[in-house]
């Protein structure tokens, strides 16, 4: 139901872009988000944005990150700027409420960043 692309290796202070591709019915009414996992950490909570694009986001990215809704392509996209090693992580799509009656994820995404 989600499809996650985008990831890859970059140096400290590049960019990456990550999409996520969803189902109309979930794009249209579920709040949908970026979750990331560091080796040996929790998953995390990195951006989410609703179906009327309000958004939230971790501490540690805002101001450089930016999560947004591509209505056309029915895909949520988060633009990743001034990348930091501590960035990396393998980065998670995940869709709740709306017509879900549980959260969903897609596969995750590895974001490395070189110092």
């Known amino acids: 139901q989600l499809q996650a692309s985008g990831g890859g290796l970059v140096q400290a202070g590049g960019s990456l872009r990550l999409s996520c591709a969803a189902s109309e019915s979930i794009f249209r009414t579920a709040i949908m988000g970026w979750y990331r996992q560091a080796p040996g950490n929790h998953r995390e909570l990195v951006a989410v944005?609703?179906?009327?694009?309000?958004?939230n986001y971790a501490h540690s990215v805002k101001g450089r990150f930016t999560i947004s809704r591509d209505n056309a392509k029915i895909t949520v996209l988060l633009q990743m700027n001034d990348l930091k090693p501590e960035d990396t992580a393998v980065y998670y799509c995940n869709a709740f409420g709306g017509i879900l009656s549980r959260q969903v994820w897609g596969q995750g995404t590895l974001v490395t960043v070189s110092s």
């Open positions: 944005i609703d179906n009327i694009g309000k958004t």
